[in-house]
């Protein structure tokens, strides 16, 4: 049976031993470093292999051989780099993977906090603020507070944020891919209604007055291709994120 651990970045549960959260791509250091660690003794087994096989290096010459093992090499440090350099790009910002006794006590009480702020801030219906929240325990923080009251509310107030933030890059006459995937993937997050059930009363009416007409209008997808994507977006009533980044990656190219 798989051991299952919470994300700390969505909150999902996901197997310990995947290397991205499937739902907000999160990196899993834990099985990020373990499948890394495989990577490596596999790079090791080769090397090994092709240790014992000196007839063949014969053959090719020891020039061949010691090119063979040094690019080998190469390609460990190069892959152990890019290791490192993402896991600390995607942790930068983040909450803390493995936090200590005192930081789980302190992280306890600021969702706490957290979570009557974004209780006030749904009940004005202030979603500026809500993302405030959301982003200040996320990024400045880096506190994870999920199960917070209206967690689910407070994300997708910090996408919405984030959507009008980078609307803007519609009226470019060339938007760069990175620019067309954010505004495709924000665009499909509230059609999907991925804020749930607790954020619908908040965000049911911005999706009908605000999302769909960006959808049809400016990106030129129809309500049929949404519906057709709707299958592969969803995990059985509830919305997987990574395979609406994973729709984002493949369509946004239609207004690219």
């Known amino acids: 049976m798989k051991e299952m651990i919470i994300c700390p970045n969505c909150g999902a549960e996901i197997d310990k031993d995947v290397t991205k959260c499937p739902y907000c791509e999160f990196i899993n250091r834990e099985g990020a470093e373990k499948k890394f660690r495989k990577d490596i003794e596999q790079i090791r ?8 096989e000196p007839p063949k290096a014969l053959v090719k010459g020891f020039t061949g051989g010691a090119k ?25 910002d983040k909450p803390k993977l493995f936090p200590t006794k005192e930081e789980q006590e302190y992280a306890a ?33 880096r506190v994870s507070i999920w199960g917070a009251p209206y967690y689910e509310v407070g994300f997708a107030s910090s996408n919405y944020m984030k959507l009008q933030d980078c609307l803007p890059n519609l009226d470019k006459d060339k938007r760069s891919a990175h620019e067309a995937e954010e505004i495709t993937y924000y665009c499909f997050y509230f059609y999907y209604r991925a804020y749930g059930e607790e954020g619908a009363e908040l965000f049911d009416p911005i999706r009908e007055t605000e999302i769909l007409p960006i959808i049809t209008d400016r990106l030129g997808f129809t309500t049929e291709d949404m519906e057709s994507f709707r299958e592969k977006v969803f995990d059985g009533t509830n919305v997987n994120r990574s395979a609406v980044y994973k729709a984002t990656k493949k369509d946004f190219k239609k207004y690219h």
């Open 45 to 52: 087994e080769n090397i090994e292999e092709t240790k014992k």
């Open 68 to 92: 063979v093992i040094l690019i080998t090499v190469l390609v460990l440090v190069l892959l152990g780099a890019l290791f490192f350099l993402e896991l600390l790009r995607e942790t930068k």
């Open 109 to 141: 009480a600021y969702t706490l906090v957290a979570g009557q702020q974004l209780t006030e801030g749904y009940e004005a219906g202030d979603i500026a603020r809500m993302a405030e929240i959301f982003d200040k325990a996320y990024s400045v923080d």
